[in-house]
């Protein structure tokens, strides 16, 4: 369930979770963007969502952020959507970083291209150069995507490989020779 959150906890929506839960559906709820941290904390506790889109305001609950990461919920983020609805000032203030540190299962996503701007590789590469991301962070965050996408066990393990394919492609940063003068 996608759309504006302001003025639509996810506590309105129990019944309708409840139902695509006991129909076999896997569940997601926009949660956490504009919205506050209790609303991730609904999303997990009433609907018992599968994942969460966005999510970015769990960080202001350190119990909730212990309890994705304990629980590796998927958090599927959108920093340049984040950026053009100024849930962050800037993307140097985006909690990307944070989340990854606190050992989240946060993926990075595009959200409404032609409307936000930004495809899934603008917001990595943006995110790459205003948050600094290592070539690790880099794939621990599209492994994420595969681990939290709604796929089939073999489907996931392709994409992993496809990963793990890429950063092997890719040659190791350039070292500085040191010379005695």
């Known amino acids: ?50 994942r969460i889109d966005h999510g970015v305001a769990c960080m202001a609950d350190p119990a909730l952020v212990r309890e ?34 606190h050992g989240l299962n946060v993926s990075i996503h595009s959200n409404d291209p032609p409307y936000f701007g930004g495809s899934i590789a603008e917001n990595y590469r943006q995110c790459h150069q205003s948050l600094a991301l290592s070539r690790t962070d880099l794939a621990s965050l599209a492994n994420n995507s595969f681990t939290g996408a709604f796929m089939s066990a073999d489907e996931k393990a392709t994409g992993h490989a496809a990963v793990t394919a890429w950063c092997a492609q890719i040659p190791p940063p350039r070292r500085p020779v040191l010379t005695k003068d």
């Open 1 to 50: 369930m996608g759309g504006a959150e302001i003025g639509n906890p996810p506590c309105k929506f129990v019944t309708f979770f409840r139902t695509c839960r006991s129909l076999g559906f896997r569940t997601t709820i926009h949660a956490g963007e504009e919205g506050p941290a209790d609303y991730v904390r609904q999303a997990i506790d009433l609907l018992e969502v599968d």
């Open 68 to 101: 994705l990461a304990a629980r590796f919920i998927p958090l599927t983020v959108c920093p340049l959507s984040n950026l053009r609805l100024n849930v962050v000032p800037s993307l140097t203030a985006h909690p990307l970083r944070a989340m990854l540190d």
